[in-house]
Each structure stands twice: as C-alpha cells, then as structure tokens.
C-alpha cells in the first residue's frame, strides 16, 4: 500500500459518502484497509483541523517611566511697540513691567 498524508487520507473519508459505495467496497476501490479507514476516519473527525496558530506568543515591552509636565493657561500682558510685539506672563511684578517700558521709550 502507498503512504498516504493526511491531506490525502481527509480528501478520500470526505469522497466516500458521496461515491454512492459502503465502506468496504470503497476500500477495496481504492486499495486501502477498511480498519485504517475507520481508523483514520475516526482520527481526522474527532481532531480538530489545525489551519495554524492559534495563539501569538506575546511579549510584554518593558517599562519606560513617563514624566509628564501640566501645563497650564497663563494669562499674558502684550505690549505692542515700533522694536516689536513684546509678551509678558501677568505674574511679572509691576516695578519690572515699568522699567521695561522706561527703556522703550528710550528707543
């Protein structure tokens, strides 16, 4: 008897019903024992068909520390001049904001 794969062995138990033929003369038919028919057959019905993996090994990268920065809103004093659009943040103290300006008026 020739060796058979699986694929052959699934492709000759999915032909037999429909070849109008029991199992024996079907056997016959095609050269093969009946007691490895039934065997194989109960063997390719009762396991699943495996058409790949399943399941992906997955891997776990490693952890990175992230440091994140709030940034906020901050409200900002623009001053407009012929040097150039000058901003400040609201919290620079006044007596700085004057002194900025004195000098402005210098140019």
């Not at 037999?16 to 039934?38: A, E």
Request: charged share 10%; hydrophobic share 30%; with cysteine.
């Amino acid at each position: 008897m020739a060796k058979r794969s699986h694929a052959d062995w699934t492709n000759l138990i999915q032909q037999q019903p429909g070849s109008g033929l029991t199992i024996t003369d079907y056997c016959r038919q095609h050269k093969l024992s009946t007691s490895t028919f039934y065997a194989r057959k109960t063997n390719i019905t009762t396991t699943p068909q495996k058409k790949g993996t399943p399941f992906v090994k997955a891997v776990v990268p490693a952890t990175t520390p992230v440091i994140t920065q709030a940034v906020t809103s901050q409200q900002t004093i623009c001053l407009q001049h012929q040097t150039g659009l000058w901003t400040f943040p609201s919290s620079l103290p006044p007596s700085y904001l004057l002194e900025f300006i004195k000098g402005l008026q210098a140019c």
